[in-house]
């Protein structure tokens, strides 16, 4: 192996590599050419410690599809890792192409993967060379591992006398791929061909997993700025005939959207031109004179079926020449980038249809009781498809209360449409007086009769607060959980009958249970418990662990610490429901804990009679020390409610031993949340504004919003002073 002068000197004056970067590309080509490798590539560890990147690939062009960017340190899957963490080679031989749906390299290979040590054999990057489809490997293996061990040795020794590789270093997001040279020559030279097919075979395969807009701005970012070197990205959309900032990052909003407007190489004439249609073609401008931190910028117009949908802007902190190979590889990149956001559109336009059908098939509102508090949870798929889960609250003739979860198998409009016929059948035999199995064997014949070949369960459970008992029967369906006060959860015994649909002449059973007052009972759909990766036995357990952990029992909080079982949305394969209900007990003032009222949609001058009806609440319950505090805080909530989510608006008052609750509901299912600043920083508009809430949290112990029914409810609490 040449020594450290001639590693230097073998690289040609046109490279743009660090001095580093240069001996492992010339002990690479050196190792590829003797050994007859396919690819060899150069793995450092990156700042974290965690994570190891290839920053030098030498060999065949195959190796652009075929090399990670980087991957885990402690992933025992990539041959490097295991040769970094324990400094010793690893070798590893595939006789026959790897099986799966994906795999890195689909072909025959034997890989040898040697660490860069130090003096004391701490390893600081390794060296990995592949051969694909090795023929007589057993022959030459204890040679070429020999060899590279050598080669690796030397390597080593050339880096340690010139400090190593420089800690905390930044490397590129892409590794730099080098030229193979032919025989007899000895030199260092880049392809930035080669890079470029890697940048754009990487944008490919992470936009078509990038299901929403951030999701595809984020990618963007990250796969298109830092690799093509931009200081600054911007990324605009057209709707309903205007141009809108979709995301940017390097820069303020301001100049962002300058630059996506910028069509004649002058970011100051833009400002004031208005709105523009995107371009019609990629524009480059090499030098800009400006005050901006831009000084060259290229535009690139994102367009689906030859119609213009949008810009991509890349703004550069240098003058630049835009090479031919740099413009097909960004007109490459846009035309990826115009579809992801297409197909990200449409699908978001899809899963908004599908939750607004969900949502109208659910209750309009859950009835309140001063004996039963009640809360509830629907959640959706990650896919946006529509699901056939559902639960309702039901008013019994005798007084009772009716739980009803059900869950109709797809996840298709037809599921839909057949939950709601289900759900409302159950309502209708329920306010009739029927019992629980009653309702579910009257559902099941008329379900049999409507000729559906789609199946259904369901769980009903009517609550007696006056004989302090419960009655439950199941169609197929998850068994309810009822915890008692001081108890662990268990499932009452009953019999599970068949899924509704299956026989005309099913009749179904029902169990009965004490309810104590404190009582919790919690009815689910098994979306809630079971997913591609968790098995129902696990979901199960889990969804037990959530209920008998220590900390906050109220209802709401409850609710939410246990939906966290379902798991992040961008990973939410199954709709789910969650109903829970606690039985508070029949005190003789129970009846005096509840009160309600409400106002008509768009009734500003409504907000004035519901400071008075918090009047007469707060001093027929005692509650006047605390009174300002609940006016402002309803004012604020109601006035949101009324000017932003276009409903009625409905209060609820309930008084617990220690404690004040307040509940304001509307129609609209979109949390109330201060104003969401998308990736592109731009507020979105139709958000309710944060001023309530900001006080609500200033003047309330505890407050939240869920959802209610068809909308949503914001919450919150007040304690005696």
């Known amino acids: 192996m040449r020594d450290e002068g001639n590693l230097a000197r073998a690289v040609g004056p046109m490279t743009a590599l660090s ?3 240069r001996m492992l590309a010339a002990t690479l080509q050196h190792a590829v050419h003797e050994l007859q490798a396919t690819t060899g590539t150069a793995m450092v560890p990156l700042e974290d410690g965690r994570t190891l990147a290839n920053v030098i690939v030498v060999g065949d062009p195959m190796s652009v599809f075929t090399v990670a960017d980087r991957h885990p340190v402690d992933d025992d899957r990539y041959t490097g890792a295991v040769a970094y963490r324990t400094g010793r080679q690893c ?34 990057g390794v060296i990995v060379l592949v051969w694909a489809d090795p023929v007589g490997w057993a022959a030459k293996s204890a040679r ?50 080669l890079s470029l097919v890697h940048q754009i075979g990487r944008l490919a395969a992470e936009l078509s997993q990038a299901p929403g807009l951030r999701d595809v701005v984020e990618t963007a970012i990250a796969r298109i700025m830092e690799p093509f070197g931009a200081r600054c990205l911007a990324i605009s959309v057209v709707d309903a005939g ?106 978001e336009t899809e899963r908004r249809l599908a939750q607004e059908l969900q949502q109208g098939l659910l209750p309009a509102a859950l009835p309140q009781h001063g004996e039963v508090d009640i809360a509830a949870r629907y959640v959706t798929p990650t896919t946006g498809t529509v699901g056939g889960d559902w639960y309702d609250v039901v008013n019994l003739p005798d007084g009772g209360i009716g739980l009803v979860v059900g869950d109709v198998e797809g996840h298709t409009p037809r599921a839909a449409a057949l939950m709601g016929q ?152 199954d709709d789910a429901v969650l109903l829970i209900a606690q039985f508070l007990g029949l005190g003789a003032d129970r009846r005096q804990r509840v009160a309600r009222t409400s106002v008509e949609r768009h009734d500003l001058r409504a907000v004035a009679d519901v400071r008075g009806f918090l009047r007469t609440q707060a001093r027929a319950w005692n509650w006047e020390a605390v009174s300002s505090d609940l006016e402002l805080a309803v004012t604020e909530l109601v006035t949101n409610g009324l000017v932003h989510a276009d409903s009625e608006v409905e209060i609820r008052l309930r008084e617990y031993a220690d404690r004040l609750r307040v509940d304001v509901r509307d129609s609209d299912p979109r949390p109330p949340l201060p104003a969401p600043v998308l990736a592109s920083g731009e507020p979105d508009g139709e958000s309710e504004h944060g001023r309530g809430l900001l006080i609500v949290d200033a003047l309330a112990s505890s407050w939240g919003n869920s959802p209610s029914g068809r909308g949503k409810s914001v919450w919150f609490e007040l304690t005696r002073p």
């Open 19 to 21: 001095a580093e970067d």
């Open 91 to 124: 070798v590893r031989v595939r006789s026959e192409t790897p099986s799966g749906v994906r795999p890195v390299m689909p072909f025959p290979y034997a890989i040898v993967a040697t660490p860069l040590t130090d003096d004391e054999g701490r390893a600081f």
């Open 144 to 193: 070429v591992r020999h060899r590279c061990r050598s080669l690796t040795a030397e390597l080593s020794r050339a880096l340690l006398r010139r400090g190593g590789l420089p800690p905390g270093r930044h490397f590129p997001e892409v590794p730099r791929f080098i030229l193979a040279p032919p025989s007899g020559e000895d030199a260092v030279l880049e392809s930035v061909s």
């Open 242 to 347: 205007r141009p809108r900032l979709l995301g940017y990052a390097g820069s303020g909003p301001a100049l962002a959207a300058r630059l996506v407007r910028a069509s004649t190489g002058t970011l100051e004439e833009e400002a004031s031109t208005g709105a523009g249609p995107p371009p019609e073609r990629p524009l480059f401008f090499e030098a800009v004179d400006t005050d901006e931190p831009i000084a060259a910028y290229c535009l690139l117009p994102l367009a689906t079926d030859d119609h213009g949908a949008g810009t991509l802007a890349l703004g550069f902190d240098h003058r630049r020449t835009f090479r031919a190979e740099e413009r097909a590889a960004l007109a490459t990149v846009a035309q990826l980038l115009a579809q992801s956001i297409g197909r990200a559109r449409q699908f």
């Open 422 to 573: 289900i759900r409302s059948a159950v309502r209708a035999y329920a306010t009739e007086g029927h019992r629980p199995a009653d309702v579910l064997t009257r559902t099941n014949r008329l379900l049999v009769g409507l000729g559906t070949d789609l199946l259904a369960t369901c769980c009903c459970v009517w609550l007696d607060p006056e004989a302090e008992s419960v009655e439950v029967s199941s169609a197929g369906h998850p068994a309810p959980l009822l915890g008692h006060p001081g108890r662990r959860f268990t499932t009452p015994e009953l019999p599970v009958g068949t899924p509704l649909g299956v026989r005309p002449d099913t009749c179904y059973g029902s169990g009965r249970a004490p309810l104590h007052e404190g009582t919790v009972l919690v009815l689910y759909t098994d979306g809630l418990v079971r997913s591609r990766s968790v098995p129902l036995d696990h979901g199960v357990e889990a969804l037990h662990a959530h209920l008998a952990a220590p900390g906050d029992l109220r209802l709401e909080v409850l609710a939410d610490r246990v939906l966290d079982i379902t798991g992040a949305g961008d990973l939410r394969d």
